[in-house]
């Protein structure tokens, strides 16, 4: 009998699933990762990222984007919230408190301690034409400030003595107000307080000569404490010139006797 030949298998290839519908793993790690974060975590980790200091006097302006901001206030509000409940007040039926972490919130995000998450503000340097070199007191400049220990408001005065060289920059008088605001809008001792804008100075306008006095009254100590309503805080720095020449120095503080 003849044989019948049966015809070979031929193999089924499995369909190829198209390249573009597969995800990169790198994508969706980075987007579970971030899902949830707080902003403050988000901010912190750019921060420590770049190895820089981020402590309650730092300005960390440069490491917070467009928008975020508005964020972080409400993120502060949220744990603010959390702290009106755990002094046990009632914010639901206590009309005064009802929008009190909200208003607490933006006051320290963009009032009280703007001075840490704003740019340092714009100055307009002039080159010294008639080549001034006397002594210029700009003040008192009212300044509003934070004790970092309690938060307590330190509510002073400061005077700002400069001694311009020829080569020095000049700036406007408004500008020596903006700056110390800005310097002055963190959370802080005065004693350092007062040396950084001093560094500041020396740097911008590069004097001769730079003083800082400064006197305040710190409420971590009228408020709370002691209580004791009458005690100040007074110091100075002296830089340059106002260092190293007691009569320049000794006229500068004359002349704010006077006032």
């Not at 607490?104 to 080549?131: C, D, H, W």
């Not at 934070?146 to 005065?157: D, F, K, N, Q, V």
């Not at 003595?161 to 005065?190: D, F, H, N």
Request: charged fraction near 30%; aromatic fraction near 4%; charge should be positive.
């Amino acid at each position: 009998m003849p044989i019948k030949k049966t015809p070979a298998k031929t193999a089924t290839k499995a369909p190829v699933k198209k390249a573009s519908n597969i995800k990169p793993a790198k994508k969706a790690v980075a987007k579970k990762s971030d899902a949830g974060t707080p902003l403050s975590v988000i901010i912190r980790r750019r921060i420590e990222a770049q190895k820089a200091r981020f402590h309650a006097n730092d300005n960390i302006s440069k490491f917070i984007q467009p928008g975020e901001l508005e964020g972080l206030v409400d993120e502060v509000a949220e744990k603010m919230q959390a702290v009106l409940e755990s002094l046990v007040i009632d914010t639901e039926s206590d009309h005064n408190t009802k929008n009190t972490s909200q208003r607490v919130a933006k006051m320290f995000v963009k009032e009280v301690f703007n001075g840490r998450y704003i740019e340092q503000p714009t100055l307009t340097k002039f080159p010294n034409v008639s080549r001034l070199n006397e002594l210029m007191i700009i003040g008192p400049i009212t300044v509003r400030s934070a004790c970092s220990h309690h938060l307590c408001p330190i509510m002073g005065r400061i005077w700002i003595g400069v001694l311009p060289s020829k080569e020095s920059a000049l700036i406007g008088l408004s500008k020596y107000s903006r700056l110390t605001e800005w310097v002055m809008c963190r959370p802080q001792i005065q004693e350092e307080a007062v040396v950084e804008l001093a560094d500041m100075l020396e740097k911008k306008i590069k004097p001769i000569g730079v003083a800082i006095v400064m006197d305040a009254d710190h409420f971590c100590m009228q408020w709370r404490g002691v209580k004791d309503r009458d005690s100040k805080m007074v110091n100075s720095v002296m830089r340059g010139a106002f260092l190293k020449d007691s009569n320049l120095r000794r006229e500068l503080l004359s002349l704010l006797d006077k006032r």
